[in-house]
């Protein structure tokens, strides 16, 4: 993919949160309080429906909210890295539909979906939450590559966490298709029951918001306009294996340590939640 | 921290970044431009503005901009790389941003733009933070007003030690826990403008990561203020 030096900057977001609506959340927030009743480290509702299109390995439709990802998770043989002989692949994509929001537009991936597949994959593979030996068919030679795809349906904050949870969920849920050795063909049509080599440590991304003093997980659309930074932390209890802190703004070393914290307690409730849901 | 028998393959002590050098003014043509080096790592920038915003769409009337691109030279590691953007560099770019733009006093340019060209020329882990040293320097050399320097450094932990400035042989380490990587910019009076995470650490060492970030910048800090000093001649003295 060739692009040209420039695209990023016409990123500059479209904001939909007037200044009226940001100063009253800002006045709640110093409370303690959300427009919709939530407390500050508190996500909204999770739900997870289970293996929407049938030509996916796994697939689920994520709703956090009225945020709402659609993740598929696909296969597919091929080498391995020179540097991994022995190691499967992971490529995680993520595009922000201009189906889900009127502020996205068609065209080639700007920057917000960049990070959002980049950061997203960061998180799954320095986890150790896919065990890459296992997805060896014979070193040096045949690897399994695992593609999980994002697609925004729609956006209302948050995009960052829902894309993981439904990544996750879609990794959880996927079955490996039948390898066919001889004629070097995967047999998408004829899945086995054996599920992706994963760990119990499951890389929760959490991305707290700072909003004037206040630090917020899982922001509406609303909310998430108005932050003056994000950091997004995956972690799996208590142990943090990815982070991105995003948009130019300073933040004291002790409020940055304070965000580990926070990130790191709320993921387990979110751990709970995408169990939970996927009961 | 416990002080244990880890050594590194390059000897260093924990806390002991590699050798850096800085020095500005390496591109003429330029408003203001450095070299950053540290290590094996060397970063080039260069400053072009404030100038007009192009396309004019872009502009904005309440502030001026930056912007700012990385970009590893084909050669810069042992397996070529396909000269160009690709989704890395891209991510990196708005990265330096981000961690520059705080420091900056950009209110004084409306629909002007400030364009930062990071350059790295020869690759050993750390780029983005050598690429970020050497914009924050170019920027200063170019005179655009900021309010503070920032100056980057990469925190690693190796099994569970953690450690300073990392090596592209220390982050290929697979003992233990293996490596995590932690870059971290700062402002010298110690706000934190940037900072990502590759690895596995838990929620108190990298609370100390953050503190070990803030020694090793102060000394990034002195070489670039000591950069920035040498590139002027002292008249009267000599």
């Not at chain 1, 904050?157 to 995967?186: F, H, S």
């Not at chain 2, 870059?183 to 009076?189: G, L």
Request: glycine share 6%.
């Amino acid at each position: 993919m060739r692009l040209r030096w420039g695209e990023v900057n016409k990123m500059d977001k479209q904001r939909t949160t007037s200044c009226i609506t940001a100063e009253r959340i800002k006045q709640y927030l110093a409370e303690g309080k959300r427009f919709d009743d939530r407390k500050l480290d508190q996500f909204r509702n999770l739900i997870i429906e289970k293996n929407v299109s049938n030509k996916a390995e796994g697939s689920v439709r994520v709703r956090l909210g009225k945020t709402e990802v659609l993740v598929g998770v696909k296969m597919a043989t091929s080498e391995p890295y020179a540097d991994s002989p022995t190691k499967g692949n992971l490529m995680v994509t993520a595009e922000l539909l201009p189906l889900s929001a009127a502020r996205f537009e068609s065209g080639p991936p700007k920057f917000e979906a960049i990070e959002l597949g980049r950061v997203t994959d960061r998180g799954l593979r320095e986890s150790g939450f896919i065990d890459f030996d296992k997805l060896c068919i014979e070193p040096g030679k045949k690897v399994w590559t695992v593609f999980v795809d994002v697609y925004s349906i729609n956006d209302d904050g948050n995009m960052m966490d829902a894309a993981t949870i439904g990544a996750i969920a879609a990794l959880k849920i996927a079955k490996i298709p039948k390898y066919d050795a001889e004629n070097d063909k995967v047999l998408f049509d004829e899945l086995t029951d054996v599920s992706l080599p994963l760990t119990d440590i499951v890389p929760v991304a959490v991305s707290v918001h700072k909003i004037g003093n206040s630090l917020i997980v899982d922001p509406t659309r609303e909310e998430e306009d108005i932050s003056e930074s994000r950091i997004t932390i995956g972690s799996s209890k208590g142990m943090i294996s990815s982070l991105q802190k995003s948009n130019s703004t300073a933040l004291e070393m002790d409020e940055m340590k304070k965000v580990f914290e926070i990130a790191a307690k709320v993921s387990e409730d979110v751990l709970d939640s995408i169990e939970k849901a996927l009961k | 921290m416990t002080e244990k028998e880890f050594k590194r393959p390059d000897g260093r002590k924990l806390t002991e970044m590699r050798p850096v050098s800085a020095k500005v003014g390496v591109v003429p043509n330029a408003q203001g431009s450095a070299m950053f080096t540290s290590g094996k790592t060397i970063a080039i920038a260069a400053v072009y503005g404030p100038k007009k915003m192009h396309p004019q769409h872009q502009q904005n009337p309440a502030t001026g901009q930056l912007r700012c691109e990385y970009n590893m030279m084909s050669f810069s590691v042992s397996d070529r790389i396909r000269p160009g953007r690709n989704r890395r560099s891209m991510e990196i770019s708005e990265i330096t941003k981000w961690a520059l733009e705080p420091a900056l006093m950009l209110e004084q340019y409306p629909n002007q733009v400030v364009d930062v060209h990071v350059n790295i020329i020869q690759a050993d882990a750390g780029t983005r933070c050598a690429g970020i040293n050497a914009a924050a320097l170019a920027l200063a050399h170019a005179g655009i007003p900021m309010k503070d320097m920032v100056s980057s450094i990469s925190i690693g932990k190796l099994d569970k030690t953690l450690v300073v400035d990392l090596t592209k042989e220390e982050e290929d380490f697979e003992e233990g826990e293996g490596p995590t990587d932690i870059p971290v910019s700062m402002t010298h009076d110690g706000k934190v403008t940037h900072m990502q995470l590759d690895g596995k650490i838990n929620v108190k060492q990298l609370q100390e990561s953050i503190d070990m970030a803030k020694v090793a910048c102060d000394e990034v800090y002195e070489v670039q203020k000591k950069a920035l000093k040498d590139a002027i001649k002292m008249g009267g003295s000599e």
